[in-house]
């Protein structure tokens, strides 16, 4: 057995990237958090592989049983995983404002399909393994790969039994032309189009009705808020959605919209580094009984503990990070710099830097969930720890002096 779970870990750190960057930096760490996730490993096989020069893997590669490495890392469709009923109880739920609907503290974050090229069959396998995982919810939009992230989280769910399917949430408002798919997708309000759009996301999800229907942005065609949100409010109340919400609008956008009626949700971008919402919008929610679930808590990979300034330079140029501020030059630098802060904190849990940077968005007082995209099953079980981690108040001491010190991002550094 233990024998068996050797290769399994070598088969992930051959594989996997992000995790083998993580064991050259600190091998005790990556197999300690390992074990932890239940991965057999003795004593004497900690020590043993915590000698291995990463230049050998390579070669290990080649003893490794190709089915036991699809077994471990595609989720081993086909056939029963060993996830127990007590792994999904020990994932915590809270209410997700006023929609009746309890979410775990994480959910899977479908966005990351429009990060560059990535392979169908890993992102079903991340999918379903963080629902045999616990988790509970996945956010999605129809214009992540121009309808297509929608279509994979129908594959991945089509055989799934209804009691163990997640919510799903997607968005509308972001329209591309298919003529001219290379275009930036535009910012429409207009009603007609919502309904289109909504319909055309039923279809590719293979839904009857979709748990929570989002704004993405405010509209651009001159549309005003009042109308298209008065369209999802209708859309609720005809049944097609369970709740509705905004994502990117800021506190008087929502006061308008709260006046026609009840915003169920907000999905604002927060993280360590950029951490605006806190001053103004997460503050209204919690007044208002909004549900927050935000996005990119670990700005978009940089505060995952693997991230590096060569791998930035490894970016592929349709992946937008390549030539955004925070990946480059000194923004990067700063950032890594409150990455690297993170890691004794994550130490002293047992968790990864990851998890500590999804659980301080979580601490935030008025914050439902936290969105987190993985590109495979082990990249999930780098930050399924976020949904049980509690931060201490001298850990969100210690992060607001790193904030401080690096000069990382902007906003209020601590709740």
């Known amino acids: 057995m233990t024998h068996q779970s050797v290769e399994i870990l070598i088969g992930k750190l051959v594989t996997d990237e992000e995790l083998r960057e993580a064991f050259q930096q600190n091998p005790h760490a990556v197999l300690a958090w390992l074990r932890y996730q239940g991965l057999q490993l003795s004593s004497l096989e900690m020590e043993a592989l915590k000698a291995i020069n990463p230049s050998e893997l390579s070669g290990l590669a080649d003893m490794i049983d190709r089915r036991l490495q699809k077994a471990s890392l595609r989720g081993r469709q086909g056939r029963q995983m060993t996830r127990t009923t007590q792994d999904t109880e020990t994932l915590p739920t809270t209410p997700l404002g006023t929609t009746g609907m309890r979410i775990t503290r994480v959910g899977f974050g479908g966005w990351t399909f429009a990060w560059g090229n990535q392979d169908d069959a890993d992102s079903i396998a991340a999918i379903r393994h963080a629902v045999e995982r616990g988790i509970t919810w996945i956010d999605t939009a129809a214009v992540y790969g121009l309808g297509h992230s929608e279509e994979i989280v129908a594959r991945a769910l089509r055989d799934m039994p209804a009691n163990d399917r997640p919510y799903v949430l997607t968005k509308a408002g972001l329209v591309w032309d298919d003529r001219n ?24 999800l293979e839904v009857e009705r979709i748990d929570l229907y989002q ?66 919008e997460l503050p209204w929610c919690a007044a208002h009984g909004t549900g927050v679930i935000v996005y990119s808590p670990m700005q978009s990979g940089l505060l995952t503990g693997t991230f590096s300034v060569a791998r930035a330079a490894r970016l592929d140029t349709d992946d937008w990070r390549s030539h955004a501020p925070d990946f480059t030059g000194l923004g990067l630098r700063r950032n890594l710099a409150l990455a690297d802060a993170l890691r004794p904190i994550a130490e002293r849990h047992g968790a990864t830097v990851a998890a500590v940077a999804v659980a301080w968005t979580l601490a935030w007082p008025g914050v439902s ?26 850990d969100l001491a210690e992060i607001a002096g790193a904030i401080q010190r690096t000069g990382a991002g902007t906003g209020p550094v601590r709740p």
């Not at 969930?369 to 001298?394: E, K, M």
Request: no cysteine; net charge neutral; aromatic share 4%.
């Open 215 to 280: 704004m993405h942005w405010p509209a651009e065609d001159g549309i005003p808020l009042e109308d298209y949100w008065g369209t999802l409010l209708q859309l609720k109340a005809e049944g097609k959605v369970r709740a509705v919400g905004l994502s990117n609008h800021d506190v008087r956008q929502l006061d308008a919209a709260e006046r026609l009626g009840h915003v169920d949700t907000l999905q604002p971008p927060f993280s360590a580094i950029r951490r605006e919402v806190a001053a103004a």
């Open 369 to 394: 969930g936290a969105i987190v995209g993985a590109r495979s099953p082990a990249q999930v079980d780098g930050w399924i720890g976020a949904a049980a981690l509690a931060l201490t108040d001298t």
């Open 181 to 204: 798919r290379a275009a930036p997708p535009r910012r429409v309000g207009d009603p007609l189009s919502i309904r289109r759009e909504l319909e055309a996301s039923l279809r590719r």
